[in-house]
């Protein structure tokens, strides 16, 4: 079993549509999670980063954690062309010296 | 500019042949490693390191060698390049070495490597 599961995708979506994007775990051991975004022929960066379960939000971005079902969640409400790209869940623990990724999902904003 | 470099971006190799793809942050960076992304298998860790001299191996380190003479770079290595290790390489920098959870890492551009 993988540590981290992401559906691949690739997803699609007309503009203005609410995106879900989600990943499982499963070591109840991992504390942090991140989502990573990810434009095409560029390096990932940070988008969201949560140490606890529940929300939190940024702007049109909202992440979710659930720690009991191990599962993360990253919302994108009034979705833009400019959010195509692939979006990567990370999640690790304290002290712990790598990130362990998700297999990235491939998201398509349709004006 | 806070970045992180790589090069080169494009490389295009036989089997057997030794290269170096150099990894460079300006950010003062403890922390460095190195990511292979393959379609399907997400970024997966090489190498890393958590300071000048010290380094350590990641999930998949065969066929690779690392050095971290210097706090700003961090060679990747590729004794004798086999076909299998045609992949996107990222490497990335974060402040501390003492753990990620809360320690945001900086990916380069990535490099592109086709062994043949």
């Known amino acids: 079993q993988k540590e981290v599961e992401q559906d691949p995708g690739p997803l699609s979506v007309p503009e203005g549509a609410i995106v879900s994007l989600n990943c499982t775990y499963s070591?109840?051991?991992?504390?942090?999670f991140m989502w990573y975004r990810q434009y095409s022929r560029k390096g990932p960066e940070l988008l969201m980063y949560?140490?606890?379960?529940g929300n939190k939000e940024d702007g049109r971005f909202t992440a979710q954690v659930d720690k009991s079902s191990k599962y993360i969640s990253l919302f994108i409400r009034d979705s833009q062309p400019s959010d195509s790209a692939t979006y990567l869940c990370?999640?690790?623990?304290?002290?712990?010296?790598?990130?362990?990724f998700g297999q990235g999902t491939r998201l398509t904003i349709n004006p | 500019e806070a970045q992180v470099t790589q090069n080169p971006r494009y490389l295009i190799t036989v089997t057997g042949k030794k290269l170096t793809v150099t990894c460079s942050q300006n950010?003062?960076?403890?922390?460095m490693s190195w990511y292979r992304q393959d379609p399907g298998l997400g970024l997966r860790q090489i190498y890393y390191?958590?300071?000048?001299?010290?380094?350590d191996k990641g999930d998949v380190p065969e066929g690779y060698k690392v050095s971290r003479k210097e706090k700003r770079n961090f060679p990747l290595i590729l004794e004798s390049p086999s076909p299998n290790q045609t992949s996107l390489y990222f490497c990335?920098?974060?402040?501390?070495?003492?753990?990620?959870?809360?320690?945001?890492?900086?990916f380069g551009p990535g490099t592109r490597l086709t062994v043949l």
């Open positions: 950010m003062n960076h403890e922390y």
């Open positions: 070591n109840s051991a991992f504390q942090y």
């Open positions: 990335a920098s974060s402040l501390s070495g003492g753990g990620l959870g809360n320690n945001e890492q900086f």
């Open positions: 990370a999640i690790t623990f304290q002290g712990a010296q790598k990130l362990v």
């Open positions: 390191s958590m300071n000048v001299e010290v380094t």
């Open positions: 949560t140490y606890s379960s």
